[in-house]
């Protein structure tokens, strides 16, 4: 099931997400549910609170980035079907020279900016078997996982721009928080009653 897209605004995008256990009520569900919405809505990547639950999971695909050709073949490749559940995930670390990427958001539309992430992290985490694992990755793949990791922390990409950029993006953000956008995909926002 498509479930609507929590929009910039909503108290559940800052709040740092709880973890869940083997039983958390229909995972397997919510978790085909995540994956159905970010498709929907051309992402690569959806974080729990981006669906209003304040839980630690998140869901990527970085297959669509396995298309451009700017980048070397083999992370090209690493990135064509790189799909992954993250559940009770951990960031143990971060490491190498930071590097900009121009990140957007599906609960930010239409917003895009310049983001400085390290290009290899180390994280902990479980998929849908709840076995506990820890990998390194690195480049876009640990892109994505930053960017996801940091919604069920509550943080969101915006915060890590200068405040110059937040300054001139604030009446965008204020629109998306009225509901004052127009997405191919449903949305729920914080000042409107009724999501899109």
């Known amino acids: 099931m498509i479930l609507p897209i929590v929009g ?13 256990t083997p039983d958390y009520p229909n ?29 630690r999971i998140f869901v990527i695909d970085t297959t669509p980035f396995s298309d451009d050709e ?19 995930a951990k960031i143990v670390k971060e490491e190498g020279e930071e590097w900009s990427f121009n990140e957007g958001c599906l609960s930010i539309p239409d917003v895009r900016e310049d983001v400085y992430r390290k290009p290899t992290v180390t994280i902990e985490y479980c998929e849908e078997d709840f076995v506990m694992k820890t ?14 990791y940091d919604h069920i922390e509550g943080v969101l990409f915006t915060d890590k721009i200068s405040s110059l950029k937040k300054r001139l993006i604030q009446k965008k953000l204020k629109n998306i928080t009225e509901g004052k956008t127009f997405q191919e995909y449903r949305m729920k926002f914080a000042a409107a009653k009724k999501g899109r």
């Open 8 to 20: 910039y605004g909503d108290p559940v995008l800052r709040k740092v997400g709880t973890a869940i």
């Open 27 to 55: 995972l397997k569900e919510t978790i085909a549910n995540m994956y159905e919405t970010m498709y929907n809505a051309y992402g690569v990547g959806l974080a729990a609170p981006q669906v209003g639950l304040p839980i």
């Open 70 to 88: 700017d980048l070397p073949a083999d992370e090209q490749k690493d990135l064509k079907g790189f799909k992954r559940t993250f559940i009770n």
């Open 135 to 148: 990998e390194v990755f690195d480049g876009l793949i640990a892109r994505v996982i930053q960017h996801e």
